[in-house]
T-cell receptor, first 114, second 112 residues
Framework: NAGVTQTPKFQVLKTGQSMTLQCAQD?????MSWYRQDPGMGLRLIHY???????DQGEVPNGYNVSRSTTEDFPLRLLSAAPSQTSVYFC?????????????FGSGTRLTVV | DAKTTQPPSMDCAEGRAANLPCNHS???????VYWYRQIHSQGPQYIIH???NNETNEMASLIITEDRKSSTLILPHATLRDTAVYYC?????????????FGGGTRLMVKP
């Protein structure tokens, strides 16, 4: 089925470890973004991309890197994991930066940093 | 983006219409009303959006008052699978770089 695929679904890291959260979409969407959702809170934008080769920072970019080498993939890298990065991470995409038809979200990656 | 106010929770009987209200009294002329929902442990799901006219799609209907200060999301025949937290968001389209500000939302419980 078409949509946004995130892997892994669950991950436990030790403080200081690095890892990459994967996000792929097969809808030829130009716009992709990463959010984090902490318990009982809304979504906060980490990084976003308006097309291949173009990325920019969102509200909470520190500690995270992104790249967009293809239209389909938008990986999120944690450089040196900290307990404050324990959260649920969602990848979202839309047809273009001014899409009027809403975002399509992945099912999330639940990350615990110990 | 304008702030929204939603009741924290609502119940609805299965098969009946669920009417979820949202107040957005500070909405600007170029801001749209978007509705998303989040079923437990899943990613948010886009439902519908509108500017000033009422809108309907296969999932729901959106009724926006004439002064645009409030709106109602209608699920015409609620099922158990519609149990979720519903978020009303007011913003200028889905502009790149703007976060989606999900407030508290309304937790809808559909009961058999």
């Amino acid at each position: 089925n078409a949509g946004v695929t995130q892997t892994p679904k669950f991950q436990v890291l030790k403080t200081g470890q690095s890892m990459t959260l994967q996000c792929a979409q097969d809808m030829n969407h130009e716009y992709m973004s990463w959010y984090r959702q902490d318990p009982g809170m809304g979504l906060r934008l980490i990084h976003y991309s308006v097309g291949a080769g173009i990325t920019d920072q969102g509200e909470v970019p520190n500690g995270y890197n992104v790249s967009r080498s293809t239209t389909e993939d938008f990986p999120l890298r944690l450089l040196s994991a900290a307990p404050s990065q324990t959260s649920v991470y969602f990848c979202a995409s839309s047809l273009d930066r001014e899409s009027y038809y809403g975002y399509t979200f992945g099912s999330g990656t639940r990350l615990t940093v110990v | 983006d304008a702030k929204t106010t939603q009741p924290p929770s609502m119940d609805c009987a299965e098969g009946r219409a669920a009417n979820l209200p949202c107040n957005h009294s500070t909405i600007s002329g170029n801001e749209y009303v978007y509705w998303y929902r989040q079923i437990h442990s899943q990613g948010p799901q886009y439902i519908i959006h509108g500017l000033k006219n009422n809108e309907t799609n296969e999932m729901a209907s959106l009724i926006i008052t004439e002064d645009r200060k409030s709106s109602t999301l209608i699920l015409p025949h609620a099922t158990l699978r519609d149990t979720a937290v519903y978020y009303c968001i007011v913003r200028v389209a889905n502009r790149a770089g703007n976060m989606l500000t999900f407030g508290g939302g309304t937790r809808l419980m559909v009961k058999p």
